[in-house]
T-cell receptor
Framework: GEDVEQSLFLSVREGDSSVINCTYTDSSSTYLYWYKQEPGAGLQLLTYIFSNMDMKQDQRLTVLLNKKDKHLSLRIADTQTGDSAIYFCAETESGSARQLTFGSGTQLTVLP | KAGVTQTPRYLIKTRGQQVTLSCSPISGHRSVSWYQQTPGQGLQFLFEYFSETQRNKGNFPGRFSGRQFSNSRSEMNVSTLELGDSALYLC??????????????FGPGTRLTVL
């Protein structure tokens, strides 16, 4: 079955860039997503990328996709303390367009 | 537009009982998916409903069931509750059609505790 992996923790200083990485195994993945979860809250959709794209930029967020290596990354520029949260990478495959397979999440801590 | 709403937000039940959770999707969205989030297993897909039909199902026992109404609101039911069913249950809403965007928007979740 498909598998999505992320490192568990990342700490950065306020104002620095954060890069959260994700690898996936399903070669038929069509959409890849980044979600943010703050304590006690649901999941907030940050951005997503279609598998035929290499990069997507949305304000402070940049998503890079290396389809050959099945590697996805999320870069947050000028990281702020409000960015501290758990970030989940997720993918869907063709034919199950709304069945998301999630990684275990990366806890981002932004230090002042 | 109002976001995805889930009720109740918190629920405490005892083993053997059954529970019903409700989800109202974003207005105009026809697809509702349900996910279970636990510290041990992470986020796992339960099922998806579209136009009152279950379109996809995850790997959960038959104690977990759901339905969708004509107004797209969805309920999920868990019968014969077990301690391991304690989790945050998240509902996701999306437009759902084949040519629609694939964004899924999540509600705040229902925190179920089974004692």
């Amino acid at each position: 079955g498909e598998d999505v992996e992320q490192s568990l923790f990342l700490s950065v200083r306020e104002g620095d860039s954060s890069v959260i990485n994700c690898t996936y195994t399903d070669s038929s993945s069509t959409y890849l997503y980044w979600y943010k979860q703050e304590p006690g809250a649901g999941l907030q959709l940050l951005t997503y990328i279609f598998s035929n794209m290499d990069m997507k930029q949305d304000q402070r967020l940049t998503v890079l996709l290396n389809k050959k290596d099945k590697h996805l990354s999320l870069r947050i520029a000028d990281t702020q303390t409000g960015d501290s949260a758990i970030y989940f990478c997720a993918e869907t495959e063709s034919g199950s367009a709304r069945q998301l397979t999630f990684g275990s999440g990366t806890q981002l801590t932004v230090l002042p | 537009k109002a976001g995805v709403t889930q009720t109740p937000r918190y629920l405490i039940k005892t083993r053997g009982q059954q529970v019903t959770l409700s989800c109202s999707p974003i207005s105009g969205h026809r697809s509702v998916s349900w996910y279970q989030q636990t510290p041990g297993q992470g986020l796992q897909f339960l099922f998806e409903y579209f136009s009152e039909t279950q379109r996809n199902k995850g790997n959960f026992p038959g104690r977990f069931s759901g339905r969708q109404f004509s107004n797209s609101r969805s309920e999920m039911n868990v019968s014969t509750l077990e301690l391991g069913d304690s989790a945050l249950y998240l509902c996701a809403s999306s437009p759902g059609g084949s040519t629609a965007g694939n964004e899924q928007f999540f509600g705040p979740g229902t925190r179920l505790t089974v004692l």
